[in-house]
């Protein structure tokens, strides 16, 4: 069985898990203190772990914090040099707190102020299938594009500003478990990429004013 240690740093909750055929462990680890700080954490708690003979190691790639993202990913990398790498949505990590609703998860994360990272997700029967890959808009635009999705729940920290969002915020943030069942299936599925970099979707200031007037335009 493989040895693969998996991190996601792209929340406040930093969640991280390690599998082999004798063990499992699953970390989530949410604190203020700063995610550099976070990850030096979970590497004590995981002492047990053997980080020099890993076979994989998975790493969600964001969207999210770029400092966040960044740390964790040094990190990840650090460790994997020489191994076989996996990367995970973040937003479809979150979305799978919802795996088992009946309709679709509209996942929505803040991003620069007036503005959220989203994507939009069917869910249902333990499965999750991207119906709108991740993407930046400001928060009226997004209220537009997800209007036609129904039934639909929201969830994330962006939810807030949304009508269906779910007033439960563990739902809001990402699992270790469902972390380490996203990486397995990347494995399966022989995924493996070269270079892990975070998925970066955000704009200039610039060039959103401009799509904004655009759509005002119309």
């Known amino acids: 069985?493989?040895?693969i240690f998996a991190i996601d740093t792209s929340t406040p909750?930093?969640?991280a898990c390690y599998s082999d055929e004798d063990k499992k462990v699953f970390i989530e680890?949410?604190?203020k203190a700063k995610h550099g700080i976070q990850i030096s954490q979970i590497s004590d708690m995981m002492n047990e772990v053997d980080f020099k003979n890993l076979d994989v190691v998975g790493i969600g790639i964001g969207p999210?914090?770029?400092t966040g993202l960044r740390v964790g990913i040094a990190f990840a990398t650090g460790?994997?040099?020489g191994k076989k790498f996996v990367q995970v949505n973040s937003l479809k990590l979150i979305a799978h707190n919802l795996e088992f609703f009946d309709g679709y998860t509209i996942v929505l994360r803040k991003a620069r102020e007036g503005y959220l990272y989203g994507a939009v997700y069917k869910s249902g029967n333990g499965n999750i299938e991207?119906?709108?890959k991740p993407f930046i808009d400001d928060i009226e635009s997004i209220r537009e594009k997800i209007e036609k999705y129904t039934p639909k729940l929201c969830i994330g920290d962006g939810a807030e500003f949304f009508e269906c969002?779910?007033?439960?915020n563990n739902f809001n943030l990402p699992s270790a478990k469902d972390l380490l069942r996203l990486v397995e299936k990347e494995i399966m599925c022989e995924n493996f990429v070269e270079i892990v970099e975070p998925l970066y979707l955000q704009k200039?200031?610039?060039e959103l004013n401009f799509e904004k007037k655009q759509k005002e335009h119309k």
């Not at 969002?165 to 439960?168: I, P, Q, S, V």
């Open 79 to 81: 460790l994997g040099i």
């Open 204 to 206: 200039s200031i610039a």
């Open 130 to 132: 991207e119906i709108e």
């Open 1 to 3: 069985m493989l040895k």
């Open 13 to 15: 909750r930093v969640v």
């Open 29 to 31: 680890l949410e604190t």
């Open 64 to 66: 999210g914090s770029l």
């Open 165 to 168: 969002k779910l007033n439960e």
